[in-house]
C-alpha cells in the first residue's frame, strides 16, 4: 500500500508492526521516484526488472540527481546492501533529501548506531517525514521517553501515517489513555490489519460490558433419590472457542461494527483475527463460511483454530478430518487439542494413547489433562491415582476436579474430608458440588442448610436440585413454588419431577361426573401429559397412574400396555391393576399369576382377592394362607375383611 508524502514513500513489505518491535527497517524505508512522483519500488518492478531499475538509477546518481541518489539508496538498503547505500544516501542527505536521511537513519540502526540514525530521524522528521517521525517515536519508547516518544508519534499520525497512528494507539492503551482508540480506528481505515484486529477487540469487549456489566465474568453418575451424588462419569474436558456475552443471531451495534474489522483484518491475512471472526460465525450458526476462515488461520500456524476447525468437522461427523487438525494444533502446544484428542482415543478403547495425549496437554499448560487423567484413571478403577489427578488439578483451581475429588473422598467415607472440596468447587461455580454440598447436609439432617444449595443449583439450572426444592416446597405446603421447580425439573428431563408435578396437577382436576352415552372422548389433560412423559422414561408409579388414566377413559389396551410395562419392572401396583383388568376380561388364570407376583411383592389387595379365588374354587387351605397374607399386609380394611374370610373358611374346614 502506498501513502504519498512531498516526494517520499514509506514502503510496507507485507509485515505490520507488531507491539514494541526491536527492528522496523522495512517499514521505514523511503523511495524516492526517478521522476517526479513517489512510487513504491515493487510497483516500479512490475513495470521493468529490478535490475533494469537498478542501471537507470545508478546512471542518473552519477550524473548527481538528487532523487535517483535517494531511491538507489533506498533499494540497495532494502536489499540488505549496507556498504553499497551508505554513499548514496549519504550524499542525497547532504543535498537535503528528507528521504534519504530518514534511510540513513535506517541504515545506522542496522549497524547498531541507535543515537546517530535518531540524530538523522530527527533531521528529517523536523523536515515533514512522517516514516522518520514515526522511527523517532518508537526510538524514544524504546528507552523510556514516553513523552518524547508520543510527540514524535503523534506528529507521524497527524500526517495520515498508518504506522505513527497505530503506534500512537497502542502507546495511549498501554497508558489506558481513551485516545487509543481515535488512532487505532485511524490506522485500520488505511488497511492496518493489527490496528483492525485490536480495534475489533476493543469494540467487541465495550459491547460486552454494555450488556453484561463490566465487573462481570463469563459427566454425571446420577442415582435416583434425595442421597444421589454427582460424581464424574467420563466426560473429558473440552473447551470450543466461544464469544462471550454475544447473543446468536445477526450482531448489531458494536457488535457488528467490530466484526466488520476482524473481517478487514482477517482479509488481509491476520490469522487471530480469522479465528474470531470463525468464532463469531460459529457462534451464530453460519458453520460453512467459520469453517473457512478457521481454515485460513489454521494454514498460517493458528493452532486455536486448527483445534476449532477440528470441533466443526466433529460435529459435521467427519471425525478423521478432525482428528487430523487436532493432531495438527496439539503438535504445535495447543492443549485443548491434545484433550479433544485423547479423548477421541478414550472412546475408541485406546487408554494408553488416550493417556500420552492427556499428559501433553496438562505439559502445555492445560489443567483439563490433569483433570482428564483422573477421569479415565476413575474409569479404570485406578482409584488412587485418579484421587491424586484429580487433586493436582483441583490445586490449580480446576472447579470439577474439587468435585470429583471431594465424590471420591465421599464415596470412602471421608465427609469431612470431601466438604471444603465441594465448597471450593461450589464457590467456583460447580452446580453439581452445590448439588452435592445439598446432599451432604441432608444426610446430617440439616435440611436448612441443604435446601440453601439445591436452590442455589436449581438456579443454575441443576435438574435434580430443583427436583428438591420443589419436593421441600411441598413439604411445606407451598404449592406455587413446588409447581415452579418441578417443572424446570421436569423440562430438564427428571421422571420424578414430571411424576410428581402430575400429581399436583392431578389433585386439582374436578371429580369427573357421571358418563354420558354417546358423550366424545376427552383430550388428555396436562397431568395425564406429564404422566406419560415420567412413564415413558420408565417411572412405575406414572405407568401405573397412565394405566389407571386410560382404563378411566375406556382405551383398555393402552391400561394393559402400561399396568404391564409397570409390573414386568416389579410395580406390586401394576402387577395388581393389570390382574384386575385380566379378571374383567375373563383371563382369571392369568390374573391370578399377576396377584400372585404381588402379593409375594407385598400387596395386600392381591392376597385378599387370591384368597377369594381359592376359596371358590374350594381350595380353604391356600384361601386361609392369602387370608393370613393379606392381614399380615393390610391395609386395615383388608385386614378385617381377610379376618373374616379366613374364619369362615376355617369353619367351613373344622365342620
Sequence with gaps: MVFMGDRATLLETGRFVQRHARNAADEIIEAVGAVDAAVDTTAETDAENETETEARHRRAAERGDLASMSALGALLLRRGDLDGAEPYLRGATAEGDRAAANNLGVLLHQRGYAEEAAGWWRVAAVAGSAPAAHALGRHHRERGDEPAAEYWLRQAAEQGHALGAYALADLLEHRSDVGA????????????????????????????????GPHETGTRLRVPGT?????????????????PGQPAGQATGEDAEAEQWFRQAAARGHRRA?????????????????GRWYLSSAKEGEAKAACALGFLLRDAGDEESAAVWWLRAAQDGDGNAANALGALHAARGEQQTAERWYRAAMDAGDVNGAYNLGLLCAAQDRITQAEQWYRR????????????????????GDANGAEPWFSKAAEAGSVDAAFNLGILHAGRDDDRTALVWYERAAAAGHTEAALQV?????????????????????GGGSAEAAFRLASVLDARRPEPGPAVLGASREEKSECEEWYERAAQQGHRRAQVRVGMLAAGRGDLAQADRWYREAAEAGSRNGAFNLGLLLAREGSEREAALWWTRAARAGHGRAALRLALLAARRGELAE???????????????????????SEALHQELTA
Excluded: M, S
Aim: glycine residues 8%; hydrophobic residues 50%; neutral net charge.
Design 274 to 290: 480469522a479465528l474470531h471472526l470463525g468464532a463469531i460465525l460459529e457462534h451464530r450458526g453460519e458453520l460453512k463460511e467459520a
Design 181 to 212: 482508540e481515535r488512532w487505532l480506528r485511524a490506522a485500520a481505515e488505511q488497511g492496518h490489519r493489527e490496528a483492525a484486529y485490536r480495534l475489533a477487540l476493543a469494540l467487541e469487549r465495550r459491547a460486552t460490558e454494555t450488556t453484561r
Design 227 to 243: 442421597r444421589a451424588v454427582v460424581a464424574p462419569g467420563g466426560v473429558p474436558a473440552v473447551a470450543v472457542p466461544a464469544i
Design 393 to 412: 488439578a483441583a490445586y490449580a483451581g480446576h472447579r470439577e476436579a474439587a468435585n470429583a475429588l471431594a465424590v471420591l473422598l465421599l464415596q470412602a
Design 623 to 645: 384361601g386361609r394362607h392369602w387370608c393370613d397374607r393379606a392381614v399380615e399386609l393390610g391395609p386395615a380394611e383388608v385386614a378385617e375383611r381377610a379376618a373374616r374370610l
Design 470 to 490: 420443589g419436593i421441600a416446597a411441598l413439604r411445606d405446603g407451598d404449592e406455587q413454588t413446588a409447581e415452579r421447580h418441578l417443572r424446570c425439573a421436569a
